[in-house]
C-alpha cells in the first residue's frame, strides 16, 4: 500500500510543519481530516501555486529595496561621523539623567531626515560627557556605527 500525500499552502504558522504561506507536502488524509477542516491549510492548486510564486517575487523584491535603502543609510551615517547632543551637568562631568534611544533618534532625523527606530539603537550607558560608540541596526547583518558627542549645557 502506497502511501498518498497531497501539497497544500500553509494558512498559519504550524510546529515541525512550516510557516505561514508555506507549500508543504502533507500525507492526505491529515491534510484532508485535520489540516484542512481547522482552516490551517488550503490545497496547493495550480491558481495557488502560482499565486505564491507571484507574491513570494514581490516579498524578494520587498527585500532587496529595503537592503539597498539600509546600504544607503549606513553610508550617510557614516560620513557623517559624529553628532552632537547637548545635556545639562551636575558637579564635573557627570549629566542628569542619560542619553536615551529616543533621543538619539530624534538627532538622526533633525539631522538627516532619516528615521530610525529606537529598539534598532544600541546604546552604551551614557551618564559622564565624552565621546560614545553607538551602533544602530538597519538591516538584517547590516550595521551602521556612529559616534556621539554628549557636551555640557551652555547657560
Known amino acids: ?30 491534510a484532508r481530516n485535520f489540516l484542512i477542516p481547522n482552516k490551517m491549510a488550503a490545497v496547493a492548486t495550480t491558481g495557488i501555486l ?24 549606513k553610508q550617510l551615517l557614516e560620513e557623517i561621523q559624529k553628532f552632537s547632543i547637548s545635556k545639562k ?13 529616543k533621543e538619539i533618534s530624534q538627532i538622526i532625523k533633525n539631522t538627516t531626515n532619516v528615521d530610525i527606530d529606537k529598539q534598532n539603537i544600541i546604546l552604551p550607558e551614557i551618564k559622564t560627557i565624552g565621546i560614545y560608540n553607538i551602533e ?13 558627542q554628549v557636551l555640557p549645557e551652555s547657560n
Do not use: C, H, P, W
Not at 136 to 148: G, P
Open 89 to 101: 551637568t551636575g558637579d564635573g562631568e557627570t549629566i542628569f539623567g542619560s542619553v536615551t534611544e
Open 1 to 30: 500500500m502506497s502511501k498518498r500525500t497531497i501539497q497544500i499552502v500553509l494558512k498559519e504558522n504550524i510546529q515541525k510543519l512550516g510557516k505561514s504561506n508555506d507549500i508543504v507536502t502533507v500525507a492526505a488524509g491529515y
Open 50 to 73: 502560482n499565486q505564491q510564486k507571484l507574491y513570494a517575487a514581490i516579498k524578494e523584491e520587498k527585500r532587496k529595496t529595503a537592503k539597498e535603502d539600509s546600504i544607503k543609510i
Open 136 to 148: 544602530i541596526k538597519l538591516f538584517n547583518q547590516i550595521i551602521a556605527n556612529i559616534q556621539l
